[in-house]
Nanobody
């Protein structure tokens, strides 16, 4: 089974930066996509950033220009550099593996299409 473990979350003041990492314990097929999601209390889970199979990066509009996703060549680690953080970025951040990129709100049905999820890492931004 594939295990994903996130790290790097924490508390930061508005305007600050954090770098999240996700390590995969098993093999990630080249046809699969690792990406970042987040979920704030009372809100839907949303896809934040992904690297598509063609290498193109995709971001939800609210983080464009502030967040950067990267991945090692072996697809064993995924990172999310988050700059200029604000209170709207407060959420639990998850990495997941699936067959496609999903940016924006994701439904319960679509969540099940991602076969593997980490436990998440909390990011709290205070103003």
């Amino acid at each position: 089974a594939q295990l994903l473990e996130e790290s790097g979350g924490g508390s930061v003041q508005s305007g600050g930066s954090l770098k999240l990492s996700c390590v995969a314990s098993g093999y990630i097929d080249s046809s699969n996509v690792m990406q970042w999601f987040r979920q704030a209390p009372g809100k839907e889970r949303e896809g934040v950033a992904c690297i598509d199979v063609d290498g193109e990066t995709r971001y939800v509009d609210s983080v464009k220009g502030r967040f950067a996703i990267s991945q090692d060549n072996a697809k064993k680690m995924l990172h999310l550099q988050m700059n200029s953080l604000n209170s709207d970025d407060t959420a639990k951040y998850y990495c997941a593996v699936g067959g496609f990129c999903h940016i924006g709100a994701i439904s319960s049905r679509e969540i099940r299409l991602f076969g593997y999820w980490g436990q998440g890492t909390q990011v709290t931004v205070s103003s």
